[in-house]
């Protein structure tokens, strides 16, 4: 799959809501998402603008709690977060997060904590993230199944965009990872 994605610092994440809602997403999660990122030894997975990393999700509603890994290749544009993701559903974060360091590859600091309220309007999933550390963010995301595919995905969420009153140069292309790095390394 290829992860047509922008993310957006912003204000007011219930007014956004409030927008998007008129229209015509539906809420369909309110969540606790922890993510740990991981890289071998040399940093390489990093250094090459990828990442792997393990997310547990605590459904803030009925306590459900869900793992999976992702890797995410490198970005494929100037402008946006768009990349190859690879994901799948694991039975226990923290044995997969094990497993992964038996075999060599080390958690990154610090792990990545939001409360994300997501939003669905065919094909578009808006998150609404609280991220701790950093403040609040929303992310527009279509999945294309194709190369081919993602020109378009990405015009659609452009358009979607310009209808909240944002640009694409308003976008930020750092994963929260490495904002919080970047925080961390501005208060030494």
Not at 78 to 101: K, W
């Amino acid at each position: 799959m290829i992860e047509v994605e922008i993310k957006l610092p912003v204000d007011h994440l219930d007014s956004l809501k409030e927008k998007l809602l008129i229209m015509g997403f539906k809420e369909t999660g309110f969540s606790k998402e922890q993510d740990t990122y991981f890289d071998n030894r040399q940093g390489d997975i990093r250094v090459n603008g990828e990442a792997l990393r393990v997310r547990e999700t605590e459904d803030h509603i009925t306590g459900e709690i869900r793992s999976q890994i992702n890797f995410k290749g490198k970005k494929l544009d100037t402008r946006t977060m768009i990349r190859r993701e690879l994901e799948t559903g694991v039975e226990n974060g923290m044995i997969c997060a094990n497993i992964l360091q038996a075999i060599g590859y080390m958690p990154v600091e610090p792990k990545v904590i939001k409360d994300r309220t997501m939003l669905q309007k065919n094909p578009v999933t808006a998150c609404l993230d609280n991220v701790y550390g950093l403040g609040e963010f929303l992310e527009l995301e279509i999945l294309a199944d194709s190369e081919e595919k993602k020109d378009d995905a990405l015009g659609q969420i452009e358009t979607l965009l310009n209808n909240l009153g944002y640009r694409i140069s308003d976008t930020v292309r750092m994963s929260y990872l490495s904002m919080l790095q970047s925080r961390k390394g501005e208060r030494k």
